[in-house]
């Protein structure tokens, strides 16, 4: 079992994330590379974790959206990505 964690102080600007999830690392080092004030990486470990330092307002919490989708949409939805995966994003007819 590996860790992840978010520490921050309340009423501090910061928090301190540490982390072993590949879709966090990469969400943390895109922002450090694109926003350098908002995300600072301060370890990158042997073991593949990470630890940065990043900006309060990078933090959020929301519930995954739900979509109402009727079975004809989410069929015609399938078969259209199909072709995408088969043909690339230029022809999907």
């Given at each position: 079992m590996r860790e992840n964690c978010i520490e921050w102080i309340e009423g501090d600007s910061r928090v301190t994330?540490?982390?072993y999830s590949k879709k966090f690392i990469n969400k943390i080092k895109t922002i450090s590379e694109e926003s350098p004030e908002?995300?600072?990486?301060?370890k990158e470990n042997?073991?593949?974790?990470?630890?940065a330092h990043?900006?309060?307002?990078?933090?959020g919490i929301?519930?995954?959206r739900k979509y109402n989708i009727s079975d004809e949409r989410r069929q015609e939805l399938r078969e259209r990505?199909?072709?995408?995966?088969r043909h690339?994003?230029?022809e999907t007819s």
């Open positions: 994330i540490t982390t908002d995300v600072e990486i301060i042997e073991d593949g974790s990470i630890c990043a900006s309060i307002n990078c933090i929301s519930p995954k990505f199909e072709k995408i995966r690339g994003c230029g």
